[in-house]
């Protein structure tokens, strides 16, 4: 079954960086876009980035264009997402995503905390 697994989250302060990753098995993952979502307290779940199969195309949330990263190991059948610059506004519980049809697969999330 496909199983999504995210680390990497955590405390840091206004300015630090984070690298996500999000361990993916029970599908052929090379084949397969990826993508990472966050949720804010009160907030609807938005999309923060995503990227192709291969690897060779990627798309960011205008809030986040210039700071984040998306990348994938397709060898290590893992996504990360290098967030750098990080701000208060970037708090949330970040979730990786698979789609296969019409059904969506959602890791457990891992927060992430931008705080002094």
């Known amino acids: 079954q496909v199983q999504l697994v995210e680390s990497g989250g955590g405390l840091v302060q206004p300015g630090g960086s984070l690298r996500l990753s999000c361990a993916a098995s029970?599908?052929?993952?090379?084949?397969?876009?990826m993508f990472w979502y966050r949720q804010a307290p009160g907030k609807e779940r938005e999309l923060v980035a995503s990227?192709?199969?291969?690897?060779?195309?990627?798309t960011y949330a205008d809030s986040v264009k210039g700071r984040f990263t998306i990348s994938r190991d397709n060898a290590k059948n893992t996504v990360y997402l290098q967030m750098n610059s990080l701000k208060p506004e970037d708090t949330a519980v970040y979730y990786c995503?698979?789609?296969?049809?019409?059904?969506?697969?959602w890791g457990q999330g891992t927060q992430v905390t931008v705080s002094s």
């Open positions: 990227i192709s199969g291969g690897g060779g195309s990627t």
């Open positions: 995503k698979k789609v296969s049809g019409s059904y969506a697969y």
């Open positions: 029970g599908f052929t993952f090379r084949y397969s876009n």
